[in-house]
């Protein structure tokens, strides 16, 4: 099992936005079946304006499988695509973090 963390650095005052577009994206995914988003906000960090995204999955072809938009049909990704857009306006950079859950 893989644990994959997405962390977006937002411009100032623009991470209430974002939360929005990945509270979205993550009740979208749960519909198409997709794993479980947790989406958090930092409350002391390196840094102010954070948001992390967290979900798990059984192994990277799943994530990759995920990433490429499998299972989902046209609609779908219309939403997603809808709801996504313009997160770059939102964001000054990120990383994504993958780990190996050991227990």
């Given at each position: 099992?893989?644990?994959?963390?997405?962390?977006?650095?937002?411009?100032?005052?623009?991470?209430?936005?974002?939360?929005?577009?990945?509270?979205?994206?993550?009740?979208?995914?749960?519909?198409?079946?997709?794993?479980?988003?947790?989406?958090?906000?930092?409350v002391c960090s390196d840094r102010y304006w954070?948001?992390?995204?967290?979900?798990?999955?059984?192994?990277?072809?799943?994530?990759?499988?995920?990433?490429?938009?499998?299972?989902?049909?046209?609609?779908?990704?219309?939403?997603?695509?809808?709801?996504?857009?313009?997160?770059?306006?939102?964001?000054?950079?990120?990383?994504?973090?993958?780990?190996?859950i050991e227990g």
């Amino acid at each position: 099992m893989l644990l994959i963390r997405e962390i977006m650095y937002c411009k100032p005052g623009k991470v209430r936005p974002l939360v929005e577009k990945f509270l979205a994206m993550a009740k979208l995914s749960a519909k198409v079946g997709m794993p479980k988003m947790r989406v958090m906000t930092d409350v002391c960090s390196d840094r102010y304006w954070m948001l992390v995204a967290e979900m798990e999955v059984a192994n990277m072809a799943e994530f990759e499988r995920m990433m490429q938009g499998g299972g989902q049909n046209s609609e779908d990704m219309k939403e997603f695509e809808s709801i996504m857009k313009g997160y770059h306006d939102l964001v000054d950079h990120g990383r994504r973090e993958i780990y190996k859950i050991e227990g």
